[in-house]
């Protein structure tokens, strides 16, 4: 999985504890890189616990975990979905729809 923010990969094989950060942003489970983590509030672009505030989420089978205070609650699948743009013309409808970024 790429770092959310600048699309960077993991090169090294993680050993021992990575300096990559994960984290949960509109109900999906993101990484950020350790180059984004010095360079921007990382922690301002990501989900929240609702009892706690923490960051430190995962979000696995359908609902986000707090790893600071163990609160869970469901994804919403809703927000995990990312709306396509609507097609400015009719004519790019076709080509919209080939062109739609593949879900990682
Ligand atoms: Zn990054
Ligand atoms: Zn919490």
Request: aromatic share 2%.
């Amino acid at each position: 999985m790429p770092c959310f923010q600048c699309g960077a990969r993991q090169s090294d094989p993680a050993r021992g504890a990575s300096p990559w950060r994960r984290g949960v942003r509109a109900d999906r489970q993101v990484l950020i890189c350790p180059d984004c983590q010095t360079a921007l509030d990382w922690r301002a672009a990501l989900d929240r616990c609702v009892s706690c505030s923490s960051v430190e989420l995962i979000c696995r089978l359908g609902e986000v975990e707090c790893r600071t205070c163990g609160h869970t609650r469901p994804a919403d699948p809703g927000q995990a979905v990312e709306q396509p743009e609507p097609a400015a013309a009719s004519g790019l409808a076709e080509e919209v729809r080939v062109l739609q970024p593949r879900r990682l």
